[in-house]
């Protein structure tokens, strides 16, 4: 796998930033996040659950990595495949540096979905859900939800781990 590299300005947009680029920003600063909070935590610690639900460090990167490419790729886009495996543990052959990469691939492929897009209410090819294609700018709106309400379990997880806190 090749690693995409992180943004290196994770300032939040300007206030006058166009609508696509305000989003956008947005949902990368939460996708940093996420992964700050991985980065450096050692094994077993990184795919240890720290809730009984099950939920890990590298399993939030594993879902994460299976929303972005499902919703942008594969609903919007249209991709030509199946849909992403987003259950269950991290495989034991899964390192914490082969699931990392595997989401900065997807947060690539994700925004070179959100950047072709020339109109944000244009609906993309399916959805995930029982519903009409949503548009990309709802598309944007949900993954900016969903980063953030796992960026919060990540901190939670990592202060269980080590006692960081703080992005």
């Not at 980065?39 to 639900?53: C, F, I, K, L």
């Not at 994700?110 to 029982?130: F, I, K, M, V, W």
């Amino acid at each position: 796998m090749t690693s995409v590299e992180p943004r290196p300005d994770l300032r939040p947009p300007g206030l006058n930033a166009d609508e696509k680029t305000t989003l956008l920003t947005c949902l990368d600063y939460l996708r940093e996040s996420i992964l700050a909070k991985a980065a450096g935590v050692p094994e077993p610690a990184v795919r240890t659950a720290g809730v009984p639900s099950g939920t890990s460090l590298l399993q939030l990167l594993k879902h994460l990595t299976a929303v972005e490419l499902n919703w942008f790729v594969w609903a919007y886009s249209g991709a030509d495949r199946e849909r992403w495996d987003d259950e269950g543990a991290v495989s034991a052959e899964g390192t914490a540096p082969d699931v990392t990469d595997a989401y900065r691939e997807a947060v690539a492929r994700a925004n070179e979905a959100a950047l072709a897009c020339t109109d944000l209410d244009r609906p993309g090819a399916r959805s995930l859900r029982e519903t009409p294609p949503p548009s990309m700018r709802w598309v944007l709106v949900h993954m900016i939800e969903e980063t953030a309400r796992h960026a919060g379990h990540a901190d939670i997880l990592r202060e269980q781990i080590d006692g960081s806190t703080g992005r």
